[in-house]
């Protein structure tokens, strides 16, 4: 598996975030990756496996990266397990940076200039890695909404795309203010088996990942519906 967090910024400078992006080698031709000992830049640059799930900040495409987390991990390792296994901190050394921890190889950089927030950018990145992988906590106290998040599904020649609606992005901005929402979700028609492997029942995934809520937030909040683009409701909670 080889997961890789982006703090970009677009060509024009006018807007910035973090992208994510999640791959795996299930099933995928992988010649000469020693997973026990593996070449994270070649995994990197040259054999990322098949892309998973996209979440975006910033439209893909373009955009200058300023500061980059790459992390390899064996196949299987579950995503919470490989969320407790990123390092909280930099072993030390100046960026370009290559380590090992645990069952995790990593690889960090940044652009010149941005060495002094080195240690800052890599905590942004790596507790974006460890939220969109299931370990950030429940807010307190719970939060409430008048009726149910939902989100919008549409499709193009790759796969589905999922994104707030207008309305649930405001509310999420009343009841977590501050809090850094992806704009879009996307996840390929071929590899939706793999995006479960990953994460699970992929509804109620979605939601989170979109919402940066926990399953518990989203229940006291009133549950999530899933729409697509026709019009039609294609999936609602049922723990509303």
């Not at 998973?52 to 955009?63: D, K, L, M, R, Y």
């Not at 190889?105 to 940044?110: D, I, K, N």
């Not at 941005?114 to 106290?141: D, H, M, S, V, Y």
């Amino acid at each position: 598996m080889y997961l890789t967090s982006h703090l970009v910024r677009t060509p024009a400078h006018d807007h910035g975030g973090v992208n994510t992006f999640i791959y795996t080698h299930h099933g995928a031709s992988s010649p000469a990756i020693d997973w026990a000992d593996p070449d994270i830049r070649r995994i990197a640059e040259e054999q990322p496996g098949s892309l998973v799930a996209a979440i975006t900040s910033v439209p893909a495409g373009g955009n200058e990266v300023l500061a980059y987390l790459d992390v390899v991990a064996p196949e299987g390792l579950s995503s919470r397990a490989v969320a407790h296994e990123i390092p909280s901190a930099l072993p030390g050394g100046t960026p370009p940076i290559v380590w090992r921890a645990g069952r995790l190889t990593l690889r960090y950089g940044t652009v010149i200039g941005l060495e002094p927030r080195a240690n800052a950018l890599f905590a942004l990145l790596a507790g974006e890695l460890c939220r969109i992988l299931g370990t950030q906590k429940a807010l307190t106290p719970a939060p409430r909404l008048r009726g149910p998040l939902r989100l919008n599904r549409t499709a193009d020649s790759v796969g589905f795309r999922y994104q707030l609606s207008p309305e649930s992005r405001a509310a999420l901005r009343e009841i977590a203010p501050g809090r850094a929402l992806p704009a879009t979700l996307a996840v390929t028609f071929e590899n939706q088996d793999d995006f479960v492997t990953v994460f699970g029942a992929p509804f109620a995934e979605f939601a989170r990942l979109l919402t940066g809520l926990t399953l518990v937030d989203i229940k006291a909040a009133g549950g999530i519906e899933v729409w697509d683009e026709g019009g039609g409701m294609i999936w609602r909670s049922l723990d509303r």
